[in-house]
C-alpha cells in the first residue's frame, strides 16, 4: 500500500460584485444627463418664445382639462400661430403697446398709433400727420417708417391664427387728381399696407378683407379735414364662434358705416 497522498487541489472563485461591465449604474447616470440637457432646452426655447406661447402653455400647466375643452386657447399646429380669444385681446394689446415702447422713435410714434378693443377685434390705427408720417401725402405708397412699423407689425400678428381686415381712411378734402379720389386711394393704402404686410411675416390667407372708406367713417367728425382721420386701421379678428353678430364700422371706426356720400 503506498504511503503518498493524492495532491489537494484548491480552487478559488473571484467574486464580482454587481453586473462587471455590464452594470446599469452608469446608464441611470446618462439618463439623468440627457433628462437635465432636454429641461435646459425647453427652458431656452420659452424664454425666446412669444408672450401669447408662454401664456398659452402656463394656461395648459394650470389646467390641462380646462385649458383643451377653452375655445380659442391652444395652441395651433406648424404653420396655424396661436388664436387669440376673446378675453385675450387686451393681452395682445399690451403685448404690442410694450413692443412700441421699445422702438427708438416712439415719442414721435405715441400719439399717432391707437389701440382698441371692439366688438370685431382688435383695432390698431395708424393715424396722419399733415405732412404725412405712415404714407406719401396723396399717394398709396408707405413712408420709410411706416414700412417699418407695419413690418413690425406682420411680424408679430403673423404669429397668430387669427383673421385679419385692412382698412383704408382719409379726410373729406377732395382729391383734386382726375378720376382718381380719396376712394381709390383709400382702397390702395390699404391694399398696399396688406402686400408689405404679407411679404414680411402675416400668413397667406390671413388677411381676409380689404376696406376703402374713403370720408364715410371720420374719425374727428366735428373736424372733417383732421389729419388723423387719414389713417390705416388693421383689425385682428375674434376667432368665429366668438365674434359678436355686429355691423363691420361707424363713425368712430368701430360699428356701423354712415350712408355713403354720392
Not at 440627457?34 to 420659452?46: K, N, Q
Not at 388664436?83 to 404690442?96: F, G, H, R, V, W
Amino acid at each position: 500500500m503506498s504511503s503518498s497522498r493524492e495532491p489537494i487541489i484548491i480552487v478559488k472563485k473571484k467574486k464580482v460584485h454587481g453586473h462587471g461591465h455590464h452594470g446599469g449604474a452608469w446608464k441611470v447616470a446618462y439618463a439623468d444627463f440627457v433628462t437635465a440637457m432636454m429641461a435646459f432646452f425647453i427652458v431656452l426655447w420659452l424664454m425666446s418664445s412669444s408672450q401669447n406661447v408662454k401664456e398659452s402653455i402656463a394656461g395648459y400647466f394650470s389646467d390641462p382639462h380646462g385649458f383643451q375643452n377653452r375655445k380659442g386657447s391652444s395652441v395651433a399646429g406648424a404653420g396655424e400661430g396661436v388664436t387669440i380669444a376673446k378675453d385675450q385681446m387686451n393681452n395682445l394689446k399690451e403685448s404690442l403697446q410694450k413692443a412700441l415702447r421699445q422702438r427708438s422713435n416712439f415719442d414721435k410714434l405715441k400719439d399717432h398709433v391707437a389701440m382698441t378693443v371692439t366688438g370685431e377685434g382688435l383695432r390698431i390705427e395708424l393715424l396722419e400727420t399733415d405732412k404725412g408720417m405712415f404714407f406719401e401725402n396723396g399717394q398709396p405708397h408707405p413712408t420709410p417708417g411706416g414700412a417699418d412699423l407695419l413690418t413690425q407689425l406682420a411680424k408679430e400678428l403673423g404669429k397668430l391664427s387669427n383673421s385679419i381686415f385692412i382698412e383704408g381712411h382719409t379726410d373729406s378734402k377732395p382729391f383734386d387728381n382726375g378720376p382718381y379720389t380719396n376712394w381709390e386711394l383709400s382702397a390702395d393704402r390699404a391694399n398696399a399696407a396688406r402686400k408689405l404686410m404679407e411679404e414680411n411675416g402675416l400668413r397667406p390667407n390671413q388677411v381676409t378683407q380689404i376696406r376703402g372708406y374713403a370720408d364715410q367713417l371720420l374719425r374727428v367728425p366735428e373736424r372733417p379735414e383732421d389729419p388723423s382721420n387719414r389713417r390705416i386701421s388693421i383689425i385682428v379678428q375674434y376667432p368665429p364662434e366668438e365674434s359678436d353678430p355686429v355691423p363691420p364700422a361707424k363713425a368712430d371706426g368701430h360699428g356701423p358705416p354712415q350712408k355713403a356720400k354720392k
